[in-house]
């Protein structure tokens, strides 16, 4: 499929996690609960709005499924660690329902606690059926999180690789080969 614009990859259940969550990943002067109520908003369409109650539910729900740690879901996003802003990226994606999620570099400038954390998610979400693509440059991660592996150069995928017989050596001369 190919979308114009991100309303139609969101109305068929795609989702993308950019890898700059600051620039564009979530509204910096906002609070968590209400980053999450914008990813609400972007699958439910403009019309819905909910009651602040319902706001912070939807809020303390994300909160406490992706282990966000903040003094509650009036801290703004800005406030938080890299770690957990990310996982409000994460929240904000995941509100949406979605059936596919793309991972750009979905742990870059985490530390090590949130990567554990952001890990655990996206094999949660496999196991539910959701699909996930992860774009990584990190190769430990690619391989710890992929069952399939495919290598880019130039734009065009060059080599493809099973989880079990990719090492980060294969990986590498296919990269630059």
């Not at 564009?24 to 009651?51: C, D, R």
């Not at 800005?78 to 596919?100: D, F, R, Y």
């Not at 290598?151 to 080599?159: F, K, L, N, P």
Request: hydrophobic share 45%.
């Amino acid at each position: 499929m190919r979308f114009r614009i991100p309303a139609q990859a969101i109305s068929n259940g795609v989702v993308y996690v950019t890898e700059d969550r600051k620039l564009e990943g979530f509204f910096e002067t906002m609070t968590i609960a209400e980053n999450i109520y914008m990813g609400h908003l972007g699958a439910h369409g403009k019309n819905l709005l909910i009651s602040a109650k319902t706001k912070a539910a939807l809020a303390a729900e994300w909160i406490a499924r992706l282990k966000v740690k903040a003094i509650g879901a009036t801290a703004k996003v800005i406030e938080l660690s890299g770690g957990n802003q990310q996982k409000v990226v994460l929240a904000k994606a995941l509100v949406q329902k979605p059936s596919v999620v793309i991972f750009d570099e979905p742990t870059r400038g985490v530390d090590v606690g949130a990567i554990r954390d952001i890990h655990d998610s996206i094999r949660e979400l496999a196991a539910q059926g959701i699909g996930v693509v992860v774009i990584s440059s990190y190769l430990p991660e690619i391989r710890s999180l992929c069952d399939r592996i495919l290598v880019c150069r130039q734009g065009r995928v060059v080599e493809e690789f099973d989880a079990g017989n990719a090492t980060d050596e294969k990986i590498m001369y296919a990269a630059v080969h």
